[in-house]
């Protein structure tokens, strides 16, 4: 059957793409990346490793929940529930908040006063170091990223309340920590460029 028409044929065209993949494989993985070309793309590409440290303030709305069993804590009992805002009254909470802090306020002094999530406002709202790829909601990340150092987003919606985030401090991932990424960018470019 190998030496049959149309097997031959099938055999050979399988043989000779076998042989164009093993080729190009061979010579992808060939390919030289110099550290100084990885570092001229770090510097010329750098927004893709910037990296924000946030803070937020949350001005929540909708219903306050009331604690499981009123009558298991004196400390609970004794304390009066706070007064849940429609999402009108949290934006323009929000609005003037973001007035306030961009008008000279201190702003972990507002997180401390204002905010409404408590596993936070103990920290002055630092929420951490946000990058381009990390799993936060679009729409934060999205503002986070186009803040400059020390400067506050408009009131951003999510369920259950409104967010102003605040860039802390702008800085970069260092070289050191990204290169291996780099460089495995720069050869499947440099493999494109080559096929």
Do not use: C
């Amino acid at each position: 059957l190998a030496e049959k028409s149309p097997y031959k044929q099938g055999l050979d065209f399988a043989i000779d793409a076998a042989l164009a993949q093993f080729y190009v494989r061979e010579s992808t993985t060939a390919i030289t990346i110099s550290p100084e070309e990885i570092e001229k793309y770090y510097n010329d590409h750098k927004e893709p490793f910037r990296r924000i440290k946030v803070s937020g303030l949350k001005v929540a709305f909708g219903s306050t929940e009331a604690p499981a069993d009123a009558n298991s804590s004196s400390i609970m009992a004794s304390r009066v529930p706070k007064k849940a805002l429609t999402e009108e009254e949290a934006k323009a909470k929000a609005v003037k908040l973001v007035g306030q802090i961009r008008g000279g306020a201190d702003f972990a002094k507002l997180v401390q006063l204002e905010s409404d999530d408590e596993n936070t406002k103990a920290k002055g709202g630092d929420l951490g170091v946000w990058g381009m790829t990390d799993n936060v909601p679009e729409a934060l990340r999205s503002a986070v990223l186009s803040l400059k150092e020390g400067e506050v987003s408009d009131p951003i919606r999510q369920a259950g309340g409104f967010y102003i985030v605040h860039a802390d401090a702008a800085t970069y991932a260092p070289l050191t920590e990204v290169q291996d990424a780099i460089f495995a960018q720069l050869q499947q470019q440099k493999g494109a460029d080559w096929l």
